[in-house]
């Protein structure tokens, strides 16, 4: 059960059960997860959701791809309407995914988030 007036909000569950909402930390963590994984412009509707995180996935390993998917990963946090501020975040690029952590501020408090793209081919 999720509680009516959950600060950060409630989402359709991701297990396919219709009618079914869920809310909390966890369905903040999946829907940021969700965002940073999905290509921006994928979605015809909404055509700034997403991130462009995915593209940089094979791209040759430099220091300016790792400040740029760094920054990424911050702008897309950012879009959220549920995060207040982004208070960390760490990237490691290798040649077939990014990994990720970062933290941000919520209206529940600090949220820690960490997780794995792919590349442009993923989506969630």
């Known amino acids: 059960a999720v509680a009516p007036l ?10 396919g059960d219709v009618g079914i909402l869920v809310g909390g930390v966890e369905n903040l963590r999946a ?3 969700r965002r940073l994984r999905t290509p921006r ?10 991130s462009d995180l995915p593209s940089y996935v094979g791209q ?4 300016s791809l790792v400040l740029s998917a760094r ?8 879009e959220d309407p549920r995060v207040i501020s982004v208070q960390s975040v ?6 077939d995914a ?22 442009i081919s993923t989506v969630s």
């Open 60 to 63: 040759p390993l430099t220091p």
């Open 98 to 119: 990014i990994t990720l952590e970062g933290s941000a501020q919520t209206a529940l408090g600090p949220v820690s988030i960490s997780g794995t793209v792919g590349g």
């Open 90 to 95: 760490g990237v490691t690029v290798g040649t």
């Open 41 to 50: 412009g994928y979605m015809p509707h909404h055509p700034e959701y997403g």
């Open 6 to 15: 959950d600060p950060i909000g409630t989402d359709m569950d991701d297990g």
């Open 71 to 78: 920054a990424e990963v911050e702008r897309t946090l950012k």
């Open 31 to 33: 829907a940021l997860l």
